[in-house]
């Protein structure tokens, strides 16, 4: 009886042992963060995102279609191809290598150009943090990943200068852009025509495991133009992300200002 007792006892105390141990190898569980921490510290890595970034060598492929015009099918397509090269002088340039097709329903503006190269993927800084609002969504899952989701607008227009509004995912684990879905704009005064911008879906990937980069966006929009003449244009675009490659030099890259 004795004996039996002793065994009963020391399997307890061996199984507490074990529970304990079990306890001890848990992972504390993740602090639930405020949308003001979340926003301080994934700003704080869009900042040195977009540093890394100007950093690195890719190649952009852009294709863009007009699927139709004021409801009728259309059939234009072009696409540009975009390499990164670094100047002697450390200068960083997003260079146009070739261009193929040509649309003829819409123009193709420089500032059309300037938005997939420099705006698009959006990114959000510490610099860019003052010039927006943004309001925390919830949490929701993307693939297998947990992120918290925010909307974005500019706290004010500013004639002439691009703009984006839109929602962004922020991963829960590493704190960067993950997805973001919106649409960049700009005011002209009421002398110059206003340029209209499809809303784009981008994804990110890691790259080098630390640094979420864009690596595919798409739009499949309509745009409503009223000069010079009024017509209802579709258009899709895609744009992809590629090779990415660290560039190593003694030179200091001066990035191309957003």
Do not use: H
């Given at each position: 009886?004795?004996?039996?007792?002793?065994?009963?006892?020391?399997?307890?105390?061996?199984?507490?042992?074990?529970?304990?141990?079990?306890?001890?190898?848990?992972?504390?569980a993740k602090k639930d963060l405020?949308?003001?921490?979340?926003?301080?510290?994934?700003?704080a890595n869009e900042t040195q995102l977009f540093d890394v970034w100007t950093?690195?060598?890719?190649?952009?492929?852009?294709?863009?279609?007009?699927?139709?015009?004021?409801?009728?099918?259309?059939?234009?397509?072009?696409?540009?191809?975009f390499e990164v090269v670094f100047l002697d002088n450390g200068t960083r340039e997003v260079k146009l290598i070739e261009r193929t097709g040509r649309l003829r329903s819409l123009?193709?503006?420089?500032?059309?150009?300037?938005?997939?190269?420099?705006?698009?993927?959006f990114t959000l800084t510490a610099k860019d943090l003052p010039s927006y609002s943004l309001t925390y969504e919830g949490k929701e899952k993307v693939d297998e990943l947990d992120t918290y989701v925010f909307s974005v607008s500019p706290k004010s227009v500013e004639i002439g200068k691009l703009h984006f509004k839109g929602k962004i995912w922020?991963?829960?684990?590493?704190?960067?852009?993950?997805?973001?879905?919106?649409r960049v704009f700009?005011?002209?005064?009421?002398?110059q025509l206003t340029p209209q911008f499809p809303e784009f879906e981008t994804i990110r990937q890691l790259v080098d495991k630390k640094y979420w980069f864009p690596i595919w966006s798409h739009a499949d929009s309509v745009l409503e133009y009223t000069k010079p003449v009024a017509q209802s244009v579709r258009v899709e675009e895609t744009i992809t992300y590629e090779g990415f490659k660290r560039f190593t030099s003694s030179v200091n890259v001066k990035p191309v200002k957003k």
């Open positions: 009886m004795v004996r039996a007792r002793c065994v009963v006892a020391l399997l307890v105390l061996f199984f507490a042992g074990l529970s304990a141990a079990g306890r001890q190898d848990q992972k504390p405020t949308p003001e921490e979340i926003i301080k510290a994934f700003t950093q690195y060598y890719y190649r952009q492929v852009a294709s863009i279609k007009i699927i139709s015009v004021d409801g009728n099918p259309a059939n234009e397509a072009m696409t540009l191809k123009l193709w503006t420089p500032e059309d150009q300037d938005v997939i190269t420099n705006y698009s993927p922020i991963d829960n684990g590493d704190l960067q852009i993950v997805r973001t879905v919106g700009t005011q002209k005064d009421a002398s």
